[in-house]
């Protein structure tokens, strides 16, 4: 596609719930990233995807956080018995390899209440 | 590890305004820096980068240059206008690594 879009834009659920959260990156990018921004934090960094090798997951602040990516081009966030703390906006980027120039979607907005 | 710090917002200027935003860094060896800029209801987008010291960034009238010898790449604008008003981020990508640790962000909002 032209650009990296996520879906959905906005997602209010509530707390304990299951949500998923899609990126579709630009056709031809082999690394894909996620990234959360809570309000006055800065963009934290999630997992990364690059090519067939195995994620990064450094970045995934405990285990009800999940993604998968599949055949090297979407991938879905999966966040499992959600807690208000998750409430951000989830961020995918998509590169044509490594972290240089990210191009970044619109976002997926999370509340949980 | 890695890091950047950036100054705290919000700034608020008038059209015309000289911008600076304070951007430094922490990293082991020679790493790339960038700005990001999010504009209102949009995503990321890439506004310059610098890949070596001394180098100069420089995309819609912003730059920033960097300087090993402060670890620091502040962005700076001469004559700033409303448009220019949104969220910057700072970030940097070390030698090796895959991903881009980001700053807090610094909210700017310029008025006419």
């Known amino acids: 596609g032209a650009g990296v879009s996520q879906s959905p834009s906005n997602k209010v659920t509530e707390k304990g719930k299951d949500v998923e959260l899609r990126c579709d990156p630009i056709s031809g990018h082999t690394a894909l990233y996620w990234y959360r921004q809570s309000l006055g934090q800065g963009l934290e960094f999630l997992i990364y995807?690059?090519?067939?090798?195995?994620?990064?997951k450094s970045g995934l602040p405990s285990d009800r956080f999940s993604a998968e990516r599949t055949g090297g081009s979407v991938s879905t966030l999966t966040i499992q018995r959600t807690q208000q703390e998750d409430s951000a906006v989830y961020l995918c980027?998509?590169?044509?390899?490594?972290?240089?120039?990210?191009?970044f979607g619109a976002g997926s907005r999370l509340t949980v209440l | 590890g890695n890091s950047v710090t950036q100054m705290e917002g919000p700034v608020t200027l008038s059209e015309e305004a000289f911008l600076t935003i304070n951007c430094t860094y922490t990293a082991t060896g020679y790493p790339s820096l960038f700005w990001y800029v999010q504009y209102p209801g949009e995503g990321l987008q890439l506004l310059l980068k610098a890949t070596k010291a001394d180098d100069k960034g420089s995309n819609k009238g912003f730059e920033a240059t960097y300087r090993k010898e402060t670890t620091s790449f502040h962005l700076e604008k001469g004559s700033v206008q409303v448009s220019d008003s949104a969220v910057y981020f700072c970030?940097?990508?070390?030698?090796?690594?895959?991903?881009?640790?980001f700053g807090q962000g610094t909210r700017l909002t310029i008025n006419p």
């Open positions: 995807f690059q090519g067939n090798s195995a994620p990064d």
């Open positions: 980027a998509s590169s044509t390899s490594g972290a240089n120039v990210l191009t």
């Open positions: 970030a940097l990508s070390s030698q090796g690594a895959q991903k881009l640790v």
